[in-house]
């Protein structure tokens, strides 16, 4: 049976050129800033992208990574699933990023990058929670939003999943661009 393996930034950052990358986040999340070779392969892409990864895999060593390290756990964990070993990195390119390691970014699109994803969680939660308190002055049952975000962050904590990231993750302006499965699956490939 594969185990995952979580690799810190300092471990990764000598070797770097040892590692087939694989960022699983949005595309806009990786057009605003990814390791150095990253490959984008957003995470409800792995299954249909698995022969490729697989075949890079056979080549070296598989470095999966996201913003913060969860998606990209979720990401090992599908991949030992299929037999296909691949190391999770630590604290993902947030971590990567604070210490002071270098990052890509794709402006040439001229588009605006979007905000991480945990900050898009942060805004929305927040105002949801303060609509519904606004609300709940004049509208008594309003204040059940209120209610409902935080047993929602509650139950995000404890099983480090985000039914709200998931959400806004399909909207269209953490899409800025389609993924192009192909290329990235051809560049895998070499």
């Known amino acids: 049976m594969i185990t995952q393996t979580a690799v810190r930034p300092a471990e990764v950052a000598g070797r770097l050129s040892a590692y087939t990358v694989v960022d699983v986040r949005t595309p806009g999340e990786y057009a605003a800033g990814h390791l150095p070779g990253a490959h984008n392969i957003p995470l409800d892409h792995l299954a249909k992208a698995l022969p490729g990864i697989e075949a890079a895999a056979a080549r070296g060593e598989l470095l999966m990574v996201c913003a913060s390290g969860n998606r990209s756990a979720t990401a090992c964990d599908q991949l030992a699933a299929a037999g296909i070993p691949a190391a999770t990195l630590t604290g993902g390119t947030a971590a990567w990023a604070a210490q002071g390691h270098p990052v890509e970014r794709e402006d040439d699109t001229g588009e605006t990058a979007a905000w991480p994803m ?41 099983t480090d999943t985000c039914g709200m990231a998931a959400l806004l993750a399909r909207l269209p302006h953490n899409r800025p661009r389609a993924t192009d499965l192909e290329a990235t699956l051809a560049a895998l490939g070499r």
Do not use: N
Request: proline share 0%; aromatic share 8%.
């Open 118 to 158: 945990e900050r898009q969680v942060r805004l929305a939660a927040g105002s949801l929670v303060v609509a519904g308190l606004a609300l709940g002055s004049r509208y008594r049952h309003a204040r059940w939003l209120s209610a409902a975000i935080g047993c929602g962050l509650v139950f995000s904590a404890a």
